[in-house]
């Protein structure tokens, strides 16, 4: 499923993604609110995503490499996950290369993911988790008009220490 925005192509993520996903997934400041630290090297994320892409038959997630046109390298990535048709429910995630922070590629990508979570995947419920004091996601999914639901403690274990992450959610309107 390839979602267009006016100045995005949002395709499904492939494994010829990963040299371009490498400048945000080995970034080790923007990874630091992240499940996992970041990746070592191109090789370590096309091994990820080889191993994480979803069989086109999975109705349980959708994972698409953000670029600026349809052929582009990623600058970025968005999915929905958990995808629960019974329970009309999802996950939303997004990460974006540093240098294309502050120029709405973000806000508009997540728009298109919300707008097909909402039309045609028929859902009725997203919802987010991000570390404590990830504070640009929190901002952005404000802007998205997710609200703050709640708090899990200590649910991450990352470095040796336990973090805790928060809940944002979002009904169809």
Known sequence: MILRTSR????PIAVCDADALFEARGDTALMRFWDWPGQDSAAQVREILAAHIPEPSDETMLWWAVALSPDGPAIGECDLSEIDRHHGRAEVGFLFARRHWGQG????????????AFGPLGLERLWARFHDGNEASRRLLERLGFAYEGRLRSHIVRDGERRDCLIYGRLRS
């Open 8 to 11: 995005l192509c949002l395709r």
């Open 105 to 116: 590629y973000a806000r508009e990508a997540m728009e298109a993911v919300i707008g097909h």
